[in-house]
T-cell receptor, first 113, second 115 residues
Framework: AQSVSQHNHHVILSEAASLELGCNYS??????LFWYVQYPGQHLQLLLK????DPLVKGIKGFEAEFIKSKFSFNLRKPSVQWSDTAEYFC???????????WGLGTSLAVNP | GAGVSQSPSNKVTEKGKDVELRCDPI?????LYWYRQSLGQGLEFLIY????????KSGLPSDRFSAERTGGSVSTLTIQRTQQEDSAVYLC?????????????FGPGTRLLVL
């Protein structure tokens, strides 16, 4: 079955620390990959997405993610986090002609000032 | 506003009652999705509408759940004879670009609590 796994459920960092959140998917063919973010009290927002082309994707607020096909991974990174990055982060994938997004369970990030 | 809107934002109901949740997609978006987010779990696909095509209902958990989309715009998700396990946040998303370039934009959700 198609699945998305996020390895870190809860992450606590200090401001200026580097961030990497893991995401692995199980699709074997063409895949679209997404990271969404949900700030406290707000709705899900698209952070970045990969459809094709350059495997290193730049998103909003200094986030980036790298698609590594051989590892079935799409890890999210930010070199220096801020307190305002405190949020829930969700990885999602869609394969082939499937319209449904398959979601990871999310990673809760807390950044201490 | 320009985003997806949902109403009500919160709903508390008693077990056995019916509830209706509403979604207004972004104007011009032809695709509309319903998801459910339960505590400690990821988003679960429920149903998908695309234009005038028959909806994909494959994610609906039981026949107590139904949804319709009138005029290709507003959608209503109905849960009949609610159960406590129906308590969750119900999210609606819409998109305009079909195929592999599609990006879904989400509303704020309706938080449903069944007592």
């Amino acid at each position: 079955a198609q699945s998305v796994s996020q390895h870190n459920h809860h992450v606590i960092l200090s401001e200026a620390a580097s961030l990497e959140l893991g995401c692995n998917y199980s699709y074997g063919g063409t895949v679209n990959l997404f990271w969404y973010v949900q700030y406290p009290g707000q709705h899900l927002q698209l952070l970045l997405k990969y459809f094709s082309g350059d495997p290193l994707v730049k998103g909003i607020k200094g986030f980036e993610a790298e698609f590594i096909k051989s590892k079935f991974s799409f890890n999210l990174r930010k070199p220096s986090v801020q307190w305002s990055d405190t949020a829930e982060y969700f990885c999602a994938a869609r394969g082939g002609n499937n319209r449904k997004l398959i979601w990871g369970l999310g990673t809760s990030l807390a950044v201490n000032p | 506003g320009a985003g997806v809107s949902q109403s009500p934002s919160n709903k508390v109901t008693e077990k056995g009652k019916d509830v209706e949740l509403r979604c207004d997609p972004i104007s011009g978006h032809t695709a509309l999705y319903w998801y459910r987010q339960s505590l400690g779990q990821g988003l679960e696909f429920l149903i998908y509408f695309q234009g005038n095509s028959a909806p994909d209902k494959s994610g609906l958990p039981s026949d107590r759940f139904s949804a319709e989309r009138t005029g290709g715009s507003v959608s209503t998700l109905t849960i009949q004879r609610t159960q406590q396990e129906d308590s969750a946040v119900y999210l609606c998303a819409s998109s305009s670009i079909l195929g592999m370039g599609e990006t879904q934009y989400f509303g704020p959700g309706t938080r449903l609590l069944v007592l």
